[in-house]
Each structure stands twice: as structure tokens, then as C-alpha cells.
């Protein structure tokens, strides 16, 4: 988990409401990407940002929002458009420059659950 | 659009026995990676394959990479109880997706390792 950091642990929402988990990173990586993960299951990509001030949608991106503003954080919005917001959420970064070699390394998660 | 697909989904064994996980992807890949999760933490990478690459080797680990079977395999040699975790493969995507250093993760193999 070292260099790549994620807040809070956990994160209790009432539905309607929209909630923002924290990413940073320190390990001066371009690239940052958030996953959904539920029980059982792969992780599913929901956004990507290669460089700071851009971003792209993964396969899942309906309902969540993200921003790039400065090269160490990528905070992920779940808004009240999705409709099933609970599982747990990993951030990861890489070194980027579009490289198919990279490795991610991954943050702690968020548990978030929807009350 | 998960790549890879992991078999088993579920291996129990005792320690000091070896543990093995396969995984099966559906089209041409760069590499492909394997990632190791504890319970309720971050993914944290253990080696990548190159697809010109037949087998390689880490410490107690090996992974083979089969292109023409579309297929891995991640070999755990004289496991501990520190091994129990889940296992993931996860793949560039060549030319289906997984472009800019993207990764496609399958499920996962959950490894439980028992003194």
C-alpha cells in the first residue's frame, strides 16, 4: 500500500446523497485509475486519468465522477445516480506515458455502504 | 469486459503443499500480471509475464504463460499460511482495449492455506 494513499476507510451513505473518497499518491506517477469491487469478484474499471487535468471513462462509469487537478490526488464522486453504490473502492496509479509494461500499485479501499 | 478468467475460484490446501491457479484470457495480450489481495486490503503486484516469455520466476513463485492456449499459470511452491489471499491475473489487452497501460483483471482465485 506504500506511496498511494485513500480515505476514509470506510464510508456510510444514506441514499440521494452524493459522496467523494479521497486518492493520493506520492510516488510521482502520471497515470491514476479507480476500481469497483465487488464480493467475489474482478475489479471493474470506472475512470482513468493518464495526465493531470484529463480523464477518461472505464467500462462502469455511469454514476461516479472524477477530477485531475494536481498530479498526486484523483478523488472519486459516487453521486446519486447510482443506483448501487456499495462495494469497495481501489485507487491505483502507474507510471504511465501510455506503457503497456506498467505495474499499478494500489491503495487500501474504501468499504463504502449505501444505508 | 473482464480478459481473464481464473481457475479455480477457490483452492484450500495445507501448507507446504504447492498451490496452483490458471488463467484463461480471450485475445492477444502485451503481458500479463499477477496480483496478490489480502482480505480486505489493496492488490499489491507479484511478477509480470512478457508475451514473448514461456516462464518465469520470483522466489517461491512461477508463472508460464501459454499464447497459443491463451492461458497462465502462477505456481506457489511450498506455501505458507501467509499465502492465504486472493490471486488475479490480469492482462493488457493487446489489441482488444487495455491500451495507455490499462489492465483487465479477471476474479480471481481464492488461495487458503492452512497450518
Known amino acids: 500500500d506504500g506511496g498511494i494513499t485513500q480515505s476514509p476507510k470506510y464510508l456510510f451513505r444514506k441514499e440521494g446523497q452524493n459522496v467523494t473518497l479521497s486518492c493520493e499518491q506520492n510516488?510521482?506517477?502520471?497515470?491514476m485509475y479507480w476500481y469497483r469491487q465487488d464480493p467475489g469478484q474482478g475489479l471493474r474499471l470506472i475512470y482513468y486519468?493518464?495526465?493531470?487535468?484529463?480523464?477518461q471513462k472505464g467500462d462502469i462509469a455511469e454514476g461516479y465522477s472524477v477530477s485531475r487537478e494536481k498530479k498526486e490526488s484523483f478523488p472519486l464522486t459516487v453521486t446519486s445516480a447510482q443506483k448501487n453504490p456499495t462495494a469497495f473502492y481501489l485507487c491505483?496509479?502507474?507510471?504511465?506515458?501510455?506503457?503497456?509494461?506498467?505495474?499499478?500499485?494500489f491503495g487500501p479501499g474504501t468499504r463504502l455502504t449505501v444505508l | 469486459s473482464q480478459q481473464g478468467e481464473e481457475d479455480p475460484q477457490a483452492l484450500s490446501i495445507q501448507e507446504g503443499e504447492n498451490a496452483t491457479m490458471n488463467c484463461s484470457y480471450k485475445?492477444?495480450?502485451?503481458?500479463l500480471q499477477w496480483y496478490r489481495q489480502n482480505s480486505g486490503r489493496g492488490l499489491v503486484h507479484l511478477i509480470l509475464?512478457?508475451?514473448?516469455?514461456r516462464e518465469k520466476h520470483s522466489g517461491r513463485l512461477r508463472v508460464t504463460l501459454d499464447t497459443s492456449k491463451k492461458s497462465s499459470s502462477l505456481l506457489i511452491t511450498a506455501s505458507r499460511a501467509a499465502d492465504t489471499a486472493s490471486y488475479f491475473c490480469?492482462?493488457?489487452?493487446?489489441?482488444?482495449?487495455?491500451?495507455?497501460?490499462?489492465?483487465?483483471f479477471g476474479k480471481g482465485t481464492k488461495l487458503s492455506v492452512k497450518p
Open positions: 491505483a496509479s502507474s507510471i504511465g506515458g501510455g506503457l503497456s509494461t506498467d505495474t499499478q500499485y
Open positions: 510516488l510521482n506517477h502520471d497515470a
Open positions: 486519468s493518464q495526465i493531470v487535468n484529463d480523464f
Open positions: 485475445t492477444s495480450i502485451n503481458n
Open positions: 509475464i512478457r508475451s514473448n516469455e
Open positions: 490480469a492482462t493488457d489487452g493487446g489489441l482488444y482495449g487495455g491500451s495507455q497501460g490499462n489492465l483487465i
